[in-house]
Nanobody, 126 residues
């Protein structure tokens, strides 16, 4: 049974940093790749970034490029999202997601992902 568990969310002030974790069980993130999405109240789920399987190519959504960094620790089967220079508009529930199959190309469409975590709330005050 696949399980993704996000942690690390909280309430911070604008300009602060947070690091989110996505701990996986039931699959090997190095083989699947992992994406991060976020969803603010009343808005559609937004692609934040992804780290591909294998060597781990990384790419980001336009709104977070230069501020957020994705990394992976294969030894503990965990993917991280380091968020710096946070803004109030970064307030959202953050989710990690994995595709259904090993070696899948990771896209920006949430429909391309089979497994999701429960989400972790990030609130950035001005």
């Amino acid at each position: 049974q696949v399980q993704l568990v996000e942690s690390g969310g909280g309430v911070v002030q604008a300009g602060d940093s947070l690091r989110l974790s996505c701990a996986a069980s039931g699959l090997t993130v190095r083989l699947y790749g992992t994406a991060w999405f976020r969803q603010a109240p009343g808005r559609e789920r937004e692609f934040v970034g992804a780290i591909s399987w294998g060597q781990g190519s990384i790419y980001y959504g336009d709104s977070v490029t230069g501020r957020f960094t994705i990394s992976r620790d294969n030894a503990v089967n965990t993917v991280y999202l380091q968020m710096n220079t946070l803004k109030p508009e970064d307030t959202a529930v953050y989710y990690c997601a994995d595709p259904k199959n090993v070696g899948s190309a990771l896209g920006r469409d949430q429909n391309g992902y089979e497994y999701w975590g429960q989400g972790t709330q990030v609130t950035v005050s001005s």
